[in-house]
């Protein structure tokens, strides 16, 4: 569990009123960010707001509004008061509004994850709620207002004895699927695919076999510069050529991968 909350508040079903605390499930100072600098003195440079219909005059904040883009180049405004009025009231309590299969919601609806632990004089309820999802298979679908704004969110269990607040995106939030034309597979080529398939699969998902190479690249030539170093080009990687000869590819797949064991 993470070290400290970011939120606490109730996770309720039918009369059930749970205490709870969210805690992030992600580090942001783990990502790799970068300043923009003057490159003449290396120090950092500020971004001011400018109306390019008034010879780029500098506009200070306070002088301006939010406005929203009807058409092109005509917007509506909105007071800060007027703002305010439709933005959803922040409440403590999460309310789940039904149940449903896991699998029943497909992935390209998750957004950002959180945590969630019992507060005081929580825990044999929140213990009695995980094992109801884990038993029925079935996660929590809830409404949680925060920041003004109104989230759906999935209560699902994880890592044996937690729980954790997946926010959805709404369905008008996703794109149209692209329109993919089926193409014909032979069956000697779905076989040598499915034992592809077959043989680099594993039983369990081992997260931390994985490493973000990019970042590490990122921190190694971070490290370099501060103590005085030089950043040199990474290696080329090998170009993978695409190839039509599926049955020729997927042999070649499996035979490397025989070779590797």
């Given at each position: 569990m993470a070290d400290r909350s970011i939120g606490s508040g109730t996770l309720s079903f039918g009369m059930v009123s749970i205490p709870i605390r969210t805690y992030s499930?992600?580090?942001?100072?783990?990502?790799?960010?970068?300043?923009?600098?003057?490159?003449?003195c290396k120090c950092r440079v500020k971004q001011r707001l400018v109306c390019p219909e008034c010879s780029d005059e500098e506009v200070p904040r306070a002088q301006t509004v939010k406005g929203y883009e009807f058409a092109k180049g005509k917007y509506v405004t909105f007071t800060a008061e007027e703002l305010k009025t439709m933005e959803e009231e922040t409440r403590k309590a999460i309310e789940i509004e039904e149940f449903v299969p896991l699998e029943s919601v497909d992935p390209v609806y998750f957004g950002s994850a959180y945590y969630l632990g019992p507060d005081a004089g929580g825990e044999k309820a929140y213990q009695l709620l995980g094992d109801a999802l884990r038993s029925t298979g079935r996660v929590a679908l809830a409404k949680w207002a925060a920041r003004g704004k109104q989230h759906l969110v999935m209560i699902r269990p994880f890592n044996g004895t937690g729980m954790v607040m997946q926010q959805l995106r709404y369905a008008e939030e996703l794109k149209p699927a692209l329109p993919i034309q089926a193409s014909e597979v032979s069956e000697s080529e779905l076989k040598l695919a499915v034992k592809l398939v077959n043989?680099?699969?594993?039983d369990e998902f081992h997260p931390e076999k994985y490493k973000d190479e990019v970042r590490n690249r990122y921190?190694?030539?971070?490290?370099?510069k501060v103590e005085g170093g030089e950043v040199n080009d990474p290696e080329a990687g090998t170009e993978r050529t695409e190839t039509l000869d599926l049955m020729a590819a997927l042999t070649a797949s499996l035979k490397k991968k025989a070779e590797e064991k």
């Open positions: 499930s992600g580090e942001s100072s783990k990502e790799v960010s970068f300043n923009m600098l003057h490159a003449a043989q680099n699969s594993s921190l190694a030539a971070i490290k370099r």
